[in-house]
């Protein structure tokens, strides 16, 4: 199995058509203060080829603070494809994630396929205490 896409973004949806629709990509948040809690989508589009036909598929996202420690690891329930031997299928996931940072900097998520490393993507963690939220006092 191959992961062909993965990153974070405002939103995504698959179509009716099997389009995968994936609108404002971006590697890094700006927050106002540190300790902050955010909301992130991580978009993957793996594809099954015809020898990953049954095969129990096993999925692990790992995010690591900038110093490499591990904050948290994500295990998704195993499955299988069924896989036509001629054609690969395609599988999205929009993860919805919520993760709590206490630093800035550049944190990495990593993504493995049955215990071998498939993808990272980094997420730059800036806290710039000049957005401050309109309407509330500082």
């Known amino acids: ?9 405002d939103d995504a949806r698959k179509a009716a058509d099997g389009k ?13 203060s540190l300790p902050a809690r955010l909301s992130l989508k991580l978009v993957l ?7 990953d036909h ?3 598929q096993q999925v692990t996202v790992r995010l690591k603070r900038p110093d490499g420690t591990e904050m948290t690891d994500i295990r998704a329930d195993p499955f299988t ?5 001629d054609a690969p299928v ?5 993860l919805d994630l919520t993760v709590q ?3 800035q900097g550049r944190h990495q998520f990593e993504v493995e ?8 993507t980094p997420l730059l963690v800036l806290e710039r205490p000049d957005l401050a939220v309109r309407g509330r006092k500082r």
């Open 113 to 120: 396929i049955n215990g071998v490393p498939a993808a990272r």
């Open 81 to 85: 494809f069924d896989v036509p031997p």
């Open 1 to 9: 199995m191959l992961l062909t896409v993965c990153s974070f973004a």
């Open 20 to 32: 995968l629709t994936i609108v404002g990509v971006h590697n890094g948040v700006a927050v106002q």
């Open 90 to 94: 395609d599988l999205d996931q929009v």
């Open 45 to 51: 589009r793996f594809v099954a080829e015809p020898q």
């Open 101 to 103: 940072v206490e630093k």
């Open 54 to 56: 049954k095969v129990p």
